[in-house]
């Protein structure tokens, strides 16, 4: 029993994919697939011989268009999942808190994490968890679009906080080049909301944060709220 | 006894810079560390309270200006690692092929892997190897400027490949995002030297490479070569 772990990032908009893969019996997970990276993302599950069986997205981004749709009609295996906050139809599995998805020995599970965006989903593999857009590397997703609530966010975040300190954190976007850091180092250093820092407190940085909207908002929030098809379609 | 690992990443040069640490007593080992990133590597590693005992460069950069010398200043008890062949006197340690450095339970060993220049070395660390610009992602480092030799860069490239297939392999670089592979992946599908490609072969293809020169390379090799401080003088 071996996993397979690779990180991938996406320049334009910092976002990290992840794949990931039993490695003996091949059955494979990516999570939060960007379109501009979508060629080398089938390159290296085809190289890799993977099957694919769950494109999973932690949320529906604003910064970038998903490649969900076109990852699916290249392996027919997959299915699309989205946490079931979302009201979406292009996914196929619309997953729960505490739901699990196999692939061979690996279990990922699923945590709701609401607060950058109603339907925000954390996802556990193993020794790591998949944050998405809530807790990011000593930040947190902003709150001011898509049904954001930095009150639910303070939530979620205590939520994943009890993890144990050594699992280790997977965001969606980092802006300055790290990769992962842990809950034990979130709880301590995380600028936003460290160990001492309480819900109103954490609200009012929230809701400081004053910046401006990502430039593709108002392209990818609707092509990702069909999985990518519908701009697909427009570039063919 | 658990290792802490922690690539991070710079955007201007797409270089990826290892942070590794023994858990248990702290000490750490930092891997091409870059000017532009100094003060978030600075930041973490005085909040996860690491010992810095080593800064390695896996060889003299000619894209980016290296941070070895402001990270001595702040961390006295590091010592500054060049391979052997390195003409530089600003280095604490000139390593050899095959000599260790330790940290914690921890050994960093070193190899000589010349040819994309001629000090280049590569670093094994538990699971691991780091391959500078020798063995780079589905690529290899280019020959054409200080001292570089593509027949070199083939034995290297074949030294590196006697690694168990399951070593992961951390390059200094990649262009596209990806950030780890293996041996084995890379015996098989890299680009440039693959199982089935001879030394003639390789030569061709690396000559056939046809790059303009890094923007920043009549600044960094010379800085580089003094570890940084010229340039740090200047700027204070």
Redesign the interface.
């Known amino acids: 029993m071996s996993l397979l772990f690779?990180?991938?990032?996406?320049?334009e908009s910092s976002t990290y994919t992840y794949l990931l893969a039993d490695v003996d019996t091949k059955e494979a997970i990516i999570i939060d697939a960007v379109d501009n990276?979508q060629q080398?993302d089938i390159d290296?599950i085809e190289?890799?011989g993977l099957d694919l069986r769950y494109i999973v997205e932690t949320h529906i981004h604003a910064d970038h268009i998903t490649s969900s749709c076109p990852l699916k009609q290249r392996f027919r295996n997959a299915q699309i999942v989205f946490g079931a906050a979302n009201l979406i139809t292009c996914a196929d599995i619309l997953i729960k808190d505490g739901e699990n998805l196999n692939f061979g020995s690996y279990q990922m599970i699923a945590m709701t994490t609401p607060g950058h965006t109603n339907g925000c989903m954390s996802y556990i593999v193993d020794d790591k968890v998949f944050t998405g857009d809530a807790l990011l590397i000593r930040s947190c997703g902003r709150c001011d679009f898509q049904d954001g609530s930095a009150e639910k966010l303070f939530d979620s975040i205590q939520k994943i906080f009890t993890l144990a300190n050594e699992t280790l954190v997977y965001p969606a976007h980092d802006y300055?080049?790290?990769?992962?850091s842990s809950i034990g180092?979130e709880k301590?250093?995380n600028e936003m909301i460290g160990d001492s820092v309480d819900k109103d407190e954490f609200m009012r940085r929230v809701n400081a944060m004053d910046l401006s909207l990502p430039a593709k908002i108002h392209v990818a929030v609707p092509a990702n709220q069909v999985c990518g098809t519908k701009i697909m379609a427009d570039r063919t």
Chains 1, 2 share one sequence.
């Open positions: 690779r990180p991938l990032f996406e320049k990276t080398r290296l190289e890799l300055v080049g790290r990769t992962v180092e301590q250093f």
